[in-house]
C-alpha cells in the first residue's frame, strides 16, 4: 500500500499591506511570489497590480506579515478569502466571529487571521507566520481579543530592516531576503537528502525496516543533517500520527501536523517533508533515466 502524496506548491503566501501614507489602510491578498507581489501593489511593475491598491494616496505600501506553507495553491485561496471575508466565512464558527463587514480595524484583523490559523479547516496544515513590522507584533501579542493561536503555528519575527523612516518605499529587501532564506533551507535539506540517499546502500526504512526503494516511493528524510533516518511516507505518517501533539481528526486522519524523528528525535513537519520527499523522488527518477 503506498501513501498518496500530494505535492505542495514551492511557495505560497496570504499576506497583509500596510499603508505607509495611510498606516490605518490595510489589504489582503496571496501570491506565490510576494517580492514581485510587493512591487505590483507600489506600482513599481506595469503589470498586474491589484485595483484596491491603485487608488490614489495609498501608495507604497509595505508587507506586514505573511501566512505560508500551504499544502496546495487552493488552501491559500481559501485562507485569502476566508481572511477578507472573515465577517461571512464559514471557517469561522457563528459563536466564534468577531467584528462585522463595516468593522475591521487591524485589532480584528489579527484576531480574525487567529481565528483562522485554529480553525479546523486550517489548523493541520502546519502554517507559519512572519511578522515584519513591529507595529503588528504589537498587535498580536496585545491579543485584544483575546484569541489563543495554536501551538503548532511557528512565528517567525524579522524587524531588522524596518524602522518605517528608513524604508520609504515597499519592504522589498526585507521580503526578497525571507523567500531566499527560506528557499535556501529548502535546498540545504534537499542536497542533504540526496547524499543520504547515495550513501545508504541499505536503505531502510527506520520503522518498518522494509527497503525505501526510492523509484517505488518518494522516500522521508529528517530534517536533521547529521541523522540517516529513511522512511516510508506511510510509515512515518503513521508513527507521528501517534502523538499526541499531532493527533489525527476526522477531516483528514491520515495526515499528521508533526512529529519526532525515531532515530534522533528531532522535530520534523509533515508538509515540508513531503516537499522534500517529492523533491528527492523527482530527482532520483530523472537521475535513472
Ligand atoms: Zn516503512
Ligand atoms: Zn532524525
Known amino acids: 500500500m503506498s501513501h498518496n502524496l500530494q505535492v505542495p506548491p514551492p511557495f505560497y503566501c496570504v499576506y497583509l499591506l500596510r499603508s505607509v501614507s495611510k498606516p490605518n489602510s490595510y489589504y489582503i491578498g496571496s501570491t506565490p511570489n510576494p517580492y514581485r507581489r510587493l512591487r505590483q501593489h507600489n506600482g513599481e511593475l506595469s503589470v498586474g497590480g491589484a485595483y484596491r491598491t ?113 524604508i520609504e518605499g515597499g519592504n522589498y529587501d526585507q521580503i526578497k531576503v525571507f523567500v531566499e532564506t527560506l528557499a535556501a533551507e529548502e535546498d540545504k535539506v534537499f542536497e542533504k537528502s540526496v547524499e543520504k540517499l547515495e550513501n545508504n546502500d541499505l536503505r531502510q526504512c527506520s520503522i518498518c525496516n522494509q527497503v525505501v526503494d526510492p523509484v517505488d516511493h518518494a522516500p522521508c528524510f529528517c530534517v536533521n543533517d547529521s541523522c540517516q533516518a529513511l522512511y516510508h511516507a506511510e510509515c512515518w505518517a503513521n508513527d507521528m500520527l501517534k502523538d499526541s501533539e499531532s493527533p489525527a481528526d476526522s477531516t483528514s486522519p491520515m495526515i499528521p501536523i508533526k512529529g519526532r524523528c525515531v532515530e534522533c528525535t528531532k522535530l520534523n513537519w509533515w508538509w515540508p517533508t513531503v516537499k522534500n520527499s517529492m523533491r528527492v523522488y523527482q530527482h532520483s527518477n530523472q537521475a535513472i533515466k
Open 54 to 166: 491603485k487608488k490614489t494616496g495609498f501608495r507604497p505600501w509595505q508587507m506586514t506579515m505573511v501566512v505560508y506553507g500551504f499544502p496546495s495553491k487552493i488552501a491559500a485561496l481559501q485562507f485569502e478569502h476566508a481572511w477578507q471575508h472573515f465577517y461571512q466565512t464559514r471557517h469561522i464558527p457563528l459563536e466564534k466571529r468577531l467584528g462585522s463587514k463595516s468593522s475591521s480595524t487591524v485589532h480584528l484583523r489579527i484576531a480574525n487571521v487567529k481565528l483562522l490559523l485554529a480553525a479546523a479547516g486550517f489548523v493541520r496544515m502546519g502554517l507559519r507566520v512572519a511578522i515584519f513590522q513591529k507595529h503588528i507584533y504589537d498587535i498580536w501579542v496585545t491579543n485584544k481579543y483575546n484569541v489563543a493561536v495554536p501551538e503548532s503555528v511557528l512565528l517567525t519575527l524579522d524587524f531588522q530592516q524596518n524602522q518605517d523612516k528608513l
